[in-house]
């Protein structure tokens, strides 16, 4: 069973920018599709970023389209967040997920589809 760890939030000022990372291990990495999501106080988690496994599409919600990019790191087993621009509204708990060998173009961006999911990486934006 994978087992997913994020890293690399922290705290940052308006503008500025983190990149998240979220390393498994147990599995494959590239053999699963992986989601970043994220919770802000209060509020429900709420899909990020997404790449697909096998085709490594790539999915973003409209909020941070332009700002921030998914990527994979293979050799590492890794899958990275990087997040430029960042506003006070981005601050959240940051949570990675995977799925094993499936893609789906709507499942993808919903947290329910994913099987494994990391413990969270805190990210504040102070403005």
């Known amino acids: 069973q994978v087992q997913l760890v994020e890293s690399g939030g922290g705290l940052v000022q308006a503008g500025g920018s983190l990149r998240l990372s979220c390393a498994a291990s147990g599995g494959t990495f590239s053999s699963y599709s992986v989601g970043w999501f994220r919770q802000a106080p209060g509020k429900e988690r709420e899909f990020v970023a997404a790449v697909a496994y096998l085709s490594d599409r790539t999915y973003y919600a409209d909020s941070v389209k332009g700002r921030f990019t998914i990527s994979r790191e293979n050799a590492k087993n890794t899958v990275h967040l990087q997040m430029n621009s960042l506003k006070p509204e981005d601050t959240a708990v940051y949570y990675c997920?995977?799925?094993?060998?499936?893609?789906?173009?709507?499942?993808?961006?919903?947290?329910?589809?994913?099987?494994?999911w990391g413990q969270g990486t805190q990210v504040t934006v102070s403005s």
């Open positions: 997920a995977g799925k094993y060998r499936q893609a789906s173009t709507t499942a993808q961006l919903q947290l329910s589809w994913y099987d494994y």
